[in-house]
């Protein structure tokens, strides 16, 4: 197999490239990772990057349990606001003052890690006859882009990779960036409390209420956040977003930037949210507080693009439906995958070991009182819980 298989763009959410859109894969929207790779979370990405971090001295590598466990970490720091407690009303002077306050660190561990098995026999390549590869790439519809040789096994490769993909990676991969939020929700400043608001969508009569824009208009002027906050909810998130008519950016369709500008939000719909953090449970993000990022192996610890009988390449997905470079930087959704192929003769004939994995990949949440430790700042982290009730109370 050769090295540089390139699956890239393979439109993993809302794709309808089959034959008719009905006969499409029915892909699941994934939207809390996406939510994590936001164009505003842009900055934090790219200072979580092994690229970044390794030019700026701040990545490092530990061993694990084993001598082949290797664990990267990024350091972050950061300087907190604080008081001195010295302010007088009278002019003094003094031989002392406070030391300028100490720099805080933290460091990003990547030890997450996703990987499966796909397993291709002599006899499926056989059976990849130019009427067959034809039709495996029409399936596909130009999603999956191979720029290696042997086209006939990496059109056999292409396929089954597009059709487990979902379950076997970006699955499990999503629902660890969504536990990691839901662990840190922190208070605000409006509640005072780590609860869970109630936000009452419609009025008796069915007419909708303003109170979540309210809500989140208070959060802004009290936690000065002048970007868009970024939502992440379930169905009766999409059917209320529905009735307001602004749509989300898992669904936009391809114009991302000017959808993207006349959003008041920028939200996800991820169906996973009502039963990993609650029913009609939603989550209020403030832009750089989360973020999730990867480190490739095969990049930065393997180096290498062969040994013994196996290949080391990588692959690149498209968590969403654009496929062009957007907001002056490169597609954040386009995501990098590990392949490795191992090559094995030991039985009639040769067969080969396909493996996806997901590099390893580390969550950032900022920490509780990362901007200051008084006036109901220290137990704020920027991650904020609300609960959807469909209609008002009575009274």
Do not use: C
């Amino acid at each position: 197999m050769a090295n540089n298989v390139s699956l890239s763009p393979a439109r993993i959410v809302r794709a309808a490239i089959m034959h008719t859109t009905e006969n499409a894969p029915k892909f699941n929207n994934i939207g809390t990772l996406q939510a994590m790779r936001s164009p505003q979370l842009a900055g934090l990405t790219e200072a979580m990057s092994a690229k970044v971090a390794g030019e700026e001295k701040r990545l490092s590598f530990e061993q694990g349990a084993t001598a082949d466990d290797i664990i990267p970490k990024v350091r972050l720091n950061y300087r907190k606001q604080y008081s001195t407690g010295t302010t007088t009303s009278t002019r003094t002077v003094d031989t002392s003052g406070n030391r300028p306050g100490s720099v805080n660190e933290m460091d990003i561990t990547y030890a997450g890690y996703k990987q499966y098995n796909l397993e291709f026999r002599t006899i499926d390549i056989m059976s990849l006859e130019e009427t067959a590869q034809k039709y495996y790439d029409s399936v596909i519809g130009g999603g999956v882009q191979l720029d290696a040789g042997e086209s006939a096994k990496l059109t056999e490769v292409a396929l089954e990779f597009y059709l487990t993909v979902e379950k076997d990676m970006l699955e499990p991969l999503n629902t660890a960036a969504l536990t990691a939020l839901t662990t840190a929700v922190g208070t605000n400043k409006v509640t005072n409390t780590a609860v869970p608001k109630d936000i009452y969508l419609y009025k008796s009569n069915g007419d909708l209420r303003e109170d979540f824009w309210e809500y989140l208009n208070s959060l802004s002027t009290l936690h000065g956040v002048s970007s868009k906050w970024i939502i992440i909810g379930g169905l009766t998130w999409v059917n209320f977003m529905g009735r307001k008519k602004i749509r989300g950016m898992n669904n936009v369709g391809l114009d991302a930037q000017q959808m993207y500008d006349d959003l008041p939000i920028e939200w996800y719909y991820d169906p996973k949210i009502d039963s990993l953090y609650g029913m009609n449970k939603i989550l209020i993000i403030e832009p750089g507080s989360a973020a999730w990022q990867q480190i490739m192996e095969h990049e930065v610890i393997v180096k290498k693009t062969k040994a013994a009988n196996t290949t080391f390449g990588g692959a690149k997905i498209n968590l969403a439906q654009y496929n062009v470079d957007k907001f002056g930087r490169p597609n954040p959704f386009v995501m990098n995958i590990d392949l490795r192929v191992r090559e094995y003769d030991t039985t009639k004939y040769p067969y080969e070991i396909v493996t996806p994995s997901s590099g390893l990949y580390g969550m950032f949440t900022r920490p509780a009182g990362y901007a200051k430790s008084y006036d109901g700042w220290d137990t704020y982290t920027g991650i904020i819980g609300a609960k959807l009730v469909l209609t008002e109370p009575t009274v």
